[in-house]
C-alpha cells in the first residue's frame, strides 16, 4: 500500500505535506532504487520549485548518483530526457500553494505502483553519499526540436491563441507555433512563481475564449502549468475536451485502438463503435493509459481532462505534441467542424471535500444499481480522487438535467453517508 504516491507521484501542500526534508528523502530513494544514480531533474515555474528541485538533488547524491538539474522544463521533456531516472518538482494543475514530485523510468515511462512501493520502502534506508548535482541549461532546444520535427506540420495563415497557465510552457510552446508560421497570440506567459494555473491554463479556460474571440482566431489552446495537458477553443469560443480532442486526432491518425478512461464521454464510445476502433477503459490517470497502450499494442490514448497521448516518437502524453496534432488534423476545415462528428452526452460532476477518500459501500452499491437500470443511456460513477482529499462524483444522461440528477443523486448519499 502506498502511503505518499497517488495517481500522478506525490503531491501536497508546500509546507504541510509536502516538504524540503521528504523531497530530499524521495531523492534518495528513487536513486537507490534506479541501482544506477543518474537523474534527469526538472521543475514547473512554482515559487517553492528550486529549493525542492535543490533538496530532491541533495537526495540524489545522499545515494551517491549524479543529478542533473534542467530547470524549468515540461513534464514530458523530462520523460524525453530521462537518464536513469527523470523527476520532475511539479504539482501539475494543482494551484500554486501545491508542489509534488513526478517519477519517470530509463525509458521514460511513468512507474508502476510496484516500484511506487519499492520506492517508499527505501524512504528511511541510508546512502552511501559522494554523490554530485550538476545544473545545465539547454535541454529545452533539444526538447523543442524533438517535437515540432515529429509532431509538428506547416501552420501558415493559422491564426492561434497560446494559453501556457503561466508555467513550463511560458518560454517555449508560443515559439514553437510561431516558428511553423502560424500567426500567435500568447497569453499566460508571465510566470512569478504564485500565478500558475490561477485563472488561465487547462483548469480555466474563460481567458482563452475571450482572447480567440475577441482577436478573430482560428482556434485556442490551452496547457497546464507542467504542460502534459491541452484542451482547445474554437473559433468561437467553444470548449473541446480530450474525449472530443482525442476523437478528432483518432480519425485523422487512423489508429484502430484507443485507451481511454472510465470518465470518458459515452459519444465518444458511441462514435468509435461506429468506425471499427477498438477502446480500451483503465482507471483515471494517464499512467493507465499509458500502461494500456504498451500492453495492448496501441498508439493513441487520452483523458477527458486533456492528457493526450501519441506513443509515436515520443513516451509520454505532451501537451505541445497533441496541440501540434491538433492543427495538423484539422487543416482545411475549422476545429468545430471536425469535432461536430462525436456525439457529447451532458455530464454534470461534483467534488466533495473529505477526510478520508474511501467511498461508502453503500454508495458503490447503489452506483451499481443505478448504472443496471440505464443500461447504457446514461451513467454515473463514483471514485476517490487521486490528487486531492476529494470524492469525485458524475452524472452522464442523454440530457443535462437527467445528468444532474444523477450526479446530485449519489453526491447527496455520499455527503449523509460521511456525516
Known amino acids: 500500500m502506498r502511503r505518499y504516491f497517488g495517481t500522478d507521484g506525490v503531491r501536497g501542500i508546500v509546507g504541510e505535506d509536502l516538504t ?60 524525453l530526457l530521462a537518464l536513469d531516472v527523470g523527476a520532475v518538482v511539479t504539482a501539475s494543475h494543482n ?32 546512502g552511501p553519499g559522494g554523490g554530485s548535482v550538476d545544473r545545465i541549461e539547454v535541454a529545452a532546444d533539444s526538447y523543442v526540436e524533438h517535437v515540432v520535427e515529429r509532431f509538428g506540420s506547416d501552420l501558415s495563415g493559422l491564426k492561434i491563441a497560446v494559453d501556457c497557465a503561466h508555467g513550463a510552457y511560458a518560454a517555449i510552446a508560443p515559439d514553437a507555433f510561431r516558428h511553423l508560421g502560424a500567426d500567435v497570440t500568447a497569453i499566460g506567459v508571465e510566470p512569478d512563481g504564485v500565478n500558475i494555473n490561477l485563472g488561465c491554463g487547462a483548469t480555466d479556460l474563460a481567458l482563452l475564449q475571450e482572447a480567440v474571440r475577441a482577436g478573430g482566431h482560428d482556434l485556442g489552446v490551452a496547457f497546464d502549468g507542467d504542460g502534459d495537458r491541452m484542451l482547445a477553443v474554437d473559433a468561437a469560443g467553444d470548449v473541446l475536451d480530450g474525449d472530443q480532442i482525442l476523437a478528432v486526432l483518432a480519425l485523422h491518425l487512423g489508429v484502430d485502438l484507443v485507451a481511454v478512461t472510465v470518465m470518458t464521454n459515452l459519444g465518444f464510445h458511441r462514435l468509435m463503435e461506429e468506425r471499427g476502433v477498438r477502446v480500451v477503459v483503465t482507471d483515471v490517470g494517464d499512467r493507465y493509459v499509458l500502461e494500456a497502450l504498451r500492453r495492448e499494442g496501441g498508439l493513441l490514448g487520452g483523458e477527458q481532462s486533456g492528457h493526450v497521448i501519441y506513443l509515436k516518437d515520443h513516451v509520454t502524453g505532451d501537451g505541445l505534441a497533441a496541440a501540434l496534432l491538433l492543427c495538423k488534423a484539422i487543416r482545411g476545415r475549422t476545429l468545430a467542424e471536425a469535432a461536430a462528428v462525436m456525439p457529447h452526452y451532458p455530464q454534470a460532476k461534483v467534488n466533495i471535500p473529505v477526510v478520508h477518500r474511501d467511498v461508502p459501500r453503500a454508495v458503490r452499491r447503489e452506483a451499481e444499481r ?50
Open 20 to 79: 524540503p526534508e521528504l523531497v530530499e528523502r524521495l531523492g534518495k530513494a528513487a536513486t537507490l532504487w534506479s541501482g544506477r544514480g543518474r537523474v534527469f531533474v526538472g521543475r514547473d515555474t512554482r515559487g517553492s520549485g528550486l529549493e525542492l528541485e535543490e533538496a530532491f538533488g541533495r537526495g540524489v547524491a545522499a545515494a551517491g548518483g549524479n543529478a542533473v538539474l534542467a530547470g524549468v522544463l515540461p513534464t514530458p521533456a523530462v520523460a
Open 370 to 419: 443505478l448504472n443496471e437500470e440505464l443500461a447504457g443511456r446514461g451513467r454515473v460513477l463514483v471514485r476517490p480522487s487521486g490528487t486531492e482529499p476529494l470524492i469525485r462524483v458524475l452524472g452522464e444522461a442523454e440530457t443535462q438535467a437527467e445528468a444532474e440528477a444523477l450526479c446530485g443523486r449519489i453526491a447527496s448519499l455520499v455527503t449523509r453517508a460521511l456525516g
Open 95 to 126: 494551484p500554486p500553494a501545491y508542489n509534488g514530485v513526478k517519477l519517470f523510468d530509463r525509458e521514460g515511462q511513468k512507474l508502476t505502483d510496484a516500484s511506487e512501493e519499492e520506492i517508499e520502502a527505501l524512504l528511511d534506508a541510508p
